[in-house]
């Protein structure tokens, strides 16, 4: 049997509930541990998958899963659920926010820098980023890296472990392990499919 524990912190949840017109008071929380509950579920999956996958879990992904979970539990498990309905991201800060991003793909950014960055609070830029693009931020991030490592991959002779820690990468396997999720096969095997050298070196294809 395998336990995770996943803890928020008391300061997250007040912070989240102050900014989503909630309260702080006469706040009374239900606890989401005597039911299946499938997004608090399939978030700490990710987190593992994530720890297995690399060394280290990127603090984009803790403080937007942390904040993401903690925001769903006093939505669903609060006996007040009065939550300020929130808009898109204005156009100059998505823009903002996706150049940050595009500029630091090789570095490990974190929810509270990329929300500073667009002169919004963690809680409201993460929703709002979200909305706006149509996944949380750290998946955003994910596909630019997977969708740069590509180009990289297709147009010059880098090595992959070259490519993989010049996209803020752990490691040759997480790279590897996140670029095999996303696309469907290995680095070296999308090299060799899209340089048409898959029917000279089949066996490079199908290997790890």
Known sequence: MRIILLFISQTILDEISSESGMGESNLRRLSPLVVDDSLIKYTVLELLTECVAGSKIPDLLIGTAGRHVATHILSRYSQNEREKKLRGLAGWRLKRALDFIEQNLDTDIGLEE??????????????????????????????????????????????????????GFSSHAHFSNTFRSAVGCAPTAYRLQYQGLGDIFPMAVRRD
């Open 114 to 167: 990329l929300a500073r960055n667009s002169d919004m609070t963690p809680h409201y830029f993460c929703r709002s980023f979200r909305q706006a693009v149509g996944m949380p931020p750290y998946r955003y991030l994910v596909n630019r890296r997977i969708e740069r490592a590509k180009e990289l991959l297709a147009e010059t002779g880098k090595d992959v472990i070259e490519i993989a820690l010049e996209l």
